[in-house]
Structure formats: C-alpha cells, structure tokens
C-alpha cells in the first residue's frame, strides 16, 4: 500500500473507507496520509495541528475513564475538544450520548 495508482491500491483504499451502513450516525472521517518516520518503537503517527485537529473524543459506555484522565491525555488540546460519554440506549439497542455531565 504505497499509495501508487495500481489496482491493489484502489482495492486496498475502497476495503479500508467502508463502513456499515448502521455505523452511518457517527459521520466518521477515514484519513489516508504518507507518515514519513517511526519513532523509537516502530510506530508512526502525526501530530495534531494546521493539518490535522482532534475536534471529538467519546469516551465509550464500559470505560472507566475519568474526565481528568481524560484532560489529562488530550494535554493542550483539551479545551478544543468535545468530549462526551456514550451509554446504551433506554428503549433501542444503540449507542446515544450520556447527556447527564454528573454520570460521567
């Protein structure tokens, strides 16, 4: 997956940008971008900035994750990022958004 014209490539590119049509209500963005160097373990990433902003975090139902951990990790971008806690639904078997902030 060098990110050449090839059909492998167009395979490769269709196979990772499909998703569930049921998953359609989280407006989900899959990015394809060239990382240029790994770090000292092997793992590549790329930082947040101009290019590239974290605007959301949801922090899943069976998460034991606090909100100060979560700040914590999200560092200076804690103050730009919605963050929100997802729970089961009452009446339906999906995902909907905590929307009492004392439960989380």
């Known amino acids: 997956m060098n990110g050449t014209n090839d059909d492998r490539w167009a395979f490769y590119k269709r196979v990772l940008s499909t998703k569930f049509t049921h998953w359609r209500y989280e407006n989900e963005v899959r990015l394809f971008i060239h990382l240029q160097d790994a770090d000292a373990e ?33 560092g200076g971008d804690a103050t730009a990022t919605l963050v929100c806690k997802a729970r089961l639904s009452f009446r339906s078997y999906t995902v909907v958004r905590q929307k009492h902030p004392d439960l989380w």
């Open 42 to 74: 092997g793992l590549y990433f790329m930082p947040f900035g101009d290019e590239l902003a974290l605007r959301e975090v949801i922090v899943g139902h069976r998460s034991t994750l606090s909100r100060e951990q979560l700040a914590a990790a999200l």
